[in-house]
T-cell receptor, first 112, second 113 residues
Framework: DAKTTQPNSMESNEEEPVHLPCNHS???????IHWYRQLPSQGPEYVIH???SNVNNRMASLAIAEDRKSSTLILHRATLRDAAVYYC?????????????FGKGTKLSVKP | DSGVTQTPKHLITATGQRVTLRCSPR?????VYWYQQSLDQGLQFLIQ???????AKGNILERFSAQQFPDLHSELNLSSLELGDSALYFC????????????FGSGTRLTVV
């Protein structure tokens, strides 16, 4: 199974941008890059996903390297509510495979 | 509210007992997935159902079983419970075609005493 590597933890100041990196050097051509986050005592929450091109949505932006071996989740203005564990996941075959492999993720702390 | 409903929210039971966790997927989603999250193991995929059929299996113990009913809700049955089964159990659903995101419920916290 394809694996991802993320820093264990990161800190950010409120209202500043946050760049959360993820390495996935063994990614295959059909792997989608998904990001989820989990707030304390809640289920994981979908943030964004992409295949090759950079993606934007109301929550975040996803920047994907040209060789697809790494990606960066960008939170444009961190708020206290963004403090969570962020997971970068490779999803083979999309929803039909059904096997999201969650690593340890990056614990993001946001300071006021 | 994510649209995925899990009941009950909390469950306390004794070792050796059997429990059933229930999940109602988001409206229109045909796939249901079950995950277990314990402190030392993180989020582990257990099993997936798609429109009533088992689609994929992960690290699910033989003491555990699941099914998806015609109305698409799913149940996870855990039997002969052990202390180590204490964990958060999450259900997720997704739309028919990839690569849509997965929507998770708020989980059932199971405590085995």
């Amino acid at each position: 199974d394809a694996k991802t590597t993320q820093p264990n933890s990161m800190e950010s100041n409120e209202e500043e941008p946050v760049h959360l990196p993820c390495n996935h050097s063994t990614i295959s051509g059909t792997d989608y890059i998904h990001w989820y986050r989990q707030l304390p005592s809640q289920g994981p929450e979908y943030v964004i996903h992409g295949l090759t091109s950079n993606v934007n949505n109301r929550m975040a932006s996803l920047a994907i390297a040209e060789d697809r071996k790494s990606s960066t989740l960008i939170l444009h203005r961190a708020t206290l509510r963004d403090a969570a564990v962020y997971y970068c996941i490779l999803d083979s075959y999309g929803g039909s495979q059904g096997n999201l492999i969650f690593g340890k993720g990056t614990k993001l702390s946001v300071k006021p | 509210d994510s649209g995925v409903t899990q009941t009950p929210k909390h469950l306390i039971t004794a070792t050796g007992q059997r429990v059933t966790l229930r999940c109602s997927p988001r409206s229109g989603d045909l796939s249901v997935y079950w995950y277990q999250q314990s402190l030392d193991q993180g989020l582990q995929f257990l099993i997936q159902y798609y429109n009533g059929e088992e689609r994929a299996k992960g690290n699910i113990l033989e003491r555990f079983s699941a099914q998806q009913f015609p109305d698409l809700h799913s149940e996870l049955n855990l039997s002969s419970l052990e202390l180590g089964d204490s964990a958060l159990y999450f259900c997720a659903s997704s739309a028919r075609d990839p690569p849509y995101g997965y929507t998770f419920g708020s989980g059932t916290r199971l405590t085995v005493v």
